[in-house]
């Protein structure tokens, strides 16, 4: 397979990373704590497109179309921490029907598996995963338009893989005053049900990616905070000029107090969904946001797909001082091919000096703290402790967009498999 990588550049600055580090070990914990509430945590936004856009400097397009990249933040509420003193353990054991050629690929290449969902079971196991619900505030911070439940209708297990459906049903029509210009407004469309819990994606500043020999990560200043925003188009529903008003549902599942992981190789196998507004995503945050905040905690963002280029994925961090603007890379498949077509195994190598995103073994984007000016990394990397795992499937929001007369409902995320290794030594 031919591989498309894209090198970012944020406010005209560009460090050029090189090699491959060792990676380190990891750590899987397991609270058991059944019946908890959890607050919602939201999953690292990206903006993709044509044209190349800069904030604050100038893009350079060298050698092929660039792509927009750039990061959306989150923000988290009242959380309680995972009590003190509790044991790793390996959760939901390591003998389901996980691919042996997979997992003798990896071994052979000096990595031993520690943990491993594999969604054998009938049923989704709730003593690992938490549903987050609702509306979030402002549409979990990005305008999203769904509301995320357990229903089972929205998330449940078929032949060994999880299935995340985000569904849409009418529900009724728009005031003529609204559906005259076609747009409602957000506030509008989530007055009703909106809960008093935490956002989750927030806008995506536009950034500017060039395609490059080596991906390359770039630091966004000090002053490139989450406050930097862009404009955010008002969402319309599917068909608006027909007045017809929507409910769109999905779910939203994270493995807060239940399981965290620092360090190691996270696999994920999955088939992704597309179309227009649709944004479906797999991603990590520190487990200690509900004391420090976001994005302070510091976010992963393992992969993150926009409906409308159903054949691109997002890899990105999210730090103290890149903020929403994130520090992100992006992989194309070739030939037109859409991740929306096979399920393909995407990939994070952790340490404590850097990061490499990967999708079917392909290197296409990495971030080496060594790389960052000192002054920069002190505060920036904030990835040396332990993140839970979250997925989810948004539907609409400042970075995607959102649905039109061309988008298809249902769309699912699949998951066949979440595996986690760490280094033979």
Not at 55 to 77: L, Q
Not at 349 to 358: L, N, P, T
Request: with cysteine; charged share 20%.
């Amino acid at each position: 397979m031919e591989l498309t990588v894209a090198a970012v550049v944020i406010l005209g600055m560009a460090l050029v990373t090189a090699g491959t580090l060792g990676i380190g070990t990891t750590r899987t914990v397991m609270a058991a704590a059944e019946g908890e509430e959890t607050a919602p945590a939201g999953g690292g936004a990206m903006a993709v497109g044509g044209g190349a856009m800069v904030k604050g400097g100038e893009a350079i397009a060298a050698g092929g179309g660039a792509m927009v990249v750039g990061g959306g933040g989150r923000v988290n509420g009242k959380e309680e921490t995972a009590a003190s003193g509790e044991e790793a353990v390996a959760v939901n054991g390591l003998d389901g029907n996980r691919d042996a050629d997979a997992d003798a690929d990896v071994s052979g290449r000096g990595w031993r598996l520690v943990w491993s969902e594999e969604f054998d079971g009938p049923q989704i196991d709730r003593a690992l995963w938490n549903f987050e619900l609702g509306h979030g505030q402002n549409g979990w911070g990005n305008r999203e338009l769904q509301e995320y439940t357990d229903d089972p209708a929205n998330a449940f297990i078929d032949q060994g893989k999880l299935v995340i459906r985000a569904l849409r049903e009418e529900v009724g029509s728009w005031p003529e005053s609204q559906t005259a210009t076609g747009t409602p407004s957000a506030t509008t469309m989530a007055a009703a049900t909106t809960q008093a819990v935490a956002p989750g994606p927030g806008p995506a500043p536009a950034m500017a990616t060039t395609q490059a020999a080596a991906p390359s990560p770039a630091l966004p200043p000090a002053s490139a905070m989450a406050t930097t925003q862009a404009a955010s188009p008002t969402p319309p529903p599917a068909t608006a000029s027909s007045g017809v008003r929507y409910r769109y549902t999905s779910a939203r599942m994270t493995t807060q107090r239940h399981y965290t992981v620092r360090y190691g190789r996270i696999e994920v196998r999955a088939k992704l969904p597309e179309g227009q507004g649709i944004w479906p995503a797999v991603w990590l945050l520190g487990a200690d946001i509900p004391t420090r905040g976001w994005p302070a905690c510091g976010e992963i963002d393992l992969l993150e797909l926009v409906g409308s280029r159903p054949g691109t994925v997002h890899g990105t961090i999210h730090g103290p001082l890149s903020g929403g603007v994130g520090i992100g890379g992006a992989y194309t498949l070739p030939g037109g091919q859409k991740f929306s077509e096979d399920f393909h195994v995407f990939s994070l190598e952790w340490d404590e000096r850097s990061m490499h995103w990967f999708v079917d073994g392909h290197q296409y984007f990495q971030v080496l703290k060594d790389d960052m000016p000192a002054e920069y990394a002190q505060k920036e990397w904030v990835y040396d402790h332990d993140f839970f795992l979250i997925v989810n499937l948004a539907v609409g929001g400042n970075w995607p967009g959102y649905p039109d007369e061309t988008t298809i409902f249902p769309q699912s995320l699949q998951i066949d498999y979440i595996r986690v290794y760490q280094r033979e030594n």
